[in-house]
């Protein structure tokens, strides 16, 4: 049967989301200009597990007599994450979802808007990270724990209005790719085991890294001012 993922939240160390388009097939696309998008700020990624029921098979003798009834467990088929963004991020948002990009008249962002009808929904992979914690403190050989999600695709979801608002909300599908179709990532992040190892490693995978594996304002190429927003995607070459 499948397994329940963890709920990602900012009040239980969620610090960063990056998402970064890959070809229509769910492997790299590499070396593109603003292909990558990240925030710093997120609030929470909410997974739940999309299954196929299994079958039941009858095993007959040749006289008809039923000498066994075998079952099979569920296949998963795809997760879907609720996101949340505490701040509307109109770069990360516009990457995942392929939506309208709203523009005032000096060029500046100032919104988005739905996928428009026939435009085929961007695939990306979408990575998140999260603190590691040994009670109070951080964990100190691998403080972080870094979680990726291929071949995904996303909308916008409802967002409510009125007293308490403040977040946007993503609803994306990660319905995943044959396991040595994705490479190592992108950004050649991936361990060995999550994309050579069964297909379910494609769309969902979780491991533990250092500080210095982890997104921050502070280091290349995430070091651009604006605490989130669009990079260039690595070339990726090896």
Known sequence: ???????????????????????????RNCGL????????CPQSVTPSTQTEAGNTETVECGSGTVFATVA?????????LDVQLVTADYELMWLMTGGELLTDGGGNVIGIGQRAPGVTAPVFELSAWVERRSGASLATTYPYEQYHW??????????????????TTLTVR?????????GNGSFLDLPVELY?????????????VAA???????TAPYNN???GGFIDTPACAS
């Not at 200009?33 to 710093?40: F, K």
């Not at 291929?150 to 608002?165: E, R, S």
């Not at 210095?212 to 502070?218: M, R, S």
């Open 1 to 27: 049967m499948a397994t329940t993922q963890p709920s990602l939240a900012a009040g239980r160390g969620l610090v960063a989301l990056r998402a970064t388009l890959l070809n229509a097939d769910g492997t």
């Open 33 to 40: 200009t603003n292909g990558t998008a990240y925030s710093m």
């Open 72 to 80: 099979t467990d569920d296949t998963v088929t795809a997760i879907e």
């Open 150 to 167: 291929g071949f995904c695709t996303a909308q916008l979801g409802d967002t409510p209005l009125g007293t308490g608002f403040g977040t």
């Open 174 to 182: 990660a319905a995943g790719v044959s396991g040595a179709s994705i």
């Open 196 to 208: 050579e190892g069964d297909s379910n490693g494609a769309f969902f995978g979780r491991w533990a």
């Open 212 to 218: 210095a594996d982890v997104p921050a304002t502070d």
């Open 225 to 227: 001012g604006l605490g």
